[in-house]
């Protein structure tokens, strides 16, 4: 059985709350993250009032088929990119039709990195209408801490919101 | 930061790898469990070896934009149904072009459920080259642990195909 971190699950109650009240919807496009961020804003009762849908768009190619990110940017630059990141979060928002788009990408590592792109590095897209952002981090830990440091990065994001 | 579930991550290396010698892609559409399964699948180094691409189909409008669920299905039986779960399994198994397509709609609670479909309802829907069939089951429990007895019997059902 898991174990429940109930006070992460406050903090996540307030955000979804604040985000209802303002009547502010959500959309999630995770990679590297795999789900847990949406995951964690789903356990609170309520959620569907304000998170309209998730996608994990591991592949490349689903990236391409559920986001419409540019094929020959992802070859450009690579599909770990402020780039990739920025139109992760550009289109989720504008294709299911929210107040804003959050877009993952990055290397949760053991393997994969390069001396370039080191495992644990993230970049994380933030798009509302008035401006879409990204932010760069590099998270050296395991697969499981990484995904949790970069969802509490996204709840600074939505709480900066409400 | 999370606790971890060690022995879960070990079932879980096995059932990767298990997959992966099969060469067996995988897709996820999932809804009430809101990336739960996912996540656990993702947490495994190499996941994207068999995880080619999952979906959180919280609202009926995305179901239908992402999985192609019909409308008047929706209407007719209801989101959490069998028919939609078999909706979901079969076409996010053909749309991401992958061997299996899983999909969950569900009540997780604590509100939402009526006399015919109380809290704790599940639809799981697994789809093959083979056959699609449905599994139904009511898991009475918080919002937590309800997500993970329904990943518990995701990883049974891969489990068979290894």
Redesign the interface.
């Known amino acids: 059985?898991?174990?429940?971190?109930y006070d992460l699950l406050t903090r996540l109650e307030t955000i979804i709350k604040g985000l209802k009240n303002k009547k502010i919807f959500i959309a999630?496009a995770?990679s590297c993250?795999?789900?847990?961020?949406?995951?964690w804003?789903?356990?609170i009762?309520?959620?569907?009032k304000v998170?309209?849908?998730?996608?994990?768009?591991?592949?490349n190619?689903?990236k391409i088929?559920?986001l419409k990110v540019s094929a020959s940017d992802i070859n450009d630059y690579g599909a770990v990119s402020q780039k990739i990141a920025e139109q992760m979060a550009l289109n989720i928002r504008l294709?299911?039709?929210v107040d804003v788009g959050i877009g993952i990408t990055g290397i949760?590592?053991?393997?994969g990195g390069t001396l370039e792109k080191p495992e644990g590095l993230v970049y994380l897209g933030f798009s509302t209408k008035k401006a879409t952002c990204v932010q760069r981090y590099i998270f050296k830990t395991d697969?499981?801490?990484f995904?949790?440091q970069v969802l509490l990065k996204v709840l600074d994001f939505l709480e900066s919101l409400i």
Chains 1, 2 share one sequence.
């Open positions: 059985m898991p174990t429940i971190d999630i995770e993250t795999g789900g847990y961020v949406s995951n804003i789903t356990n009762s309520g959620a569907s998170f309209e849908r998730g996608v994990i768009t591991y592949s190619q689903s088929d559920l294709y299911s039709n949760a590592g053991p393997l697969r499981i801490r995904k949790h």
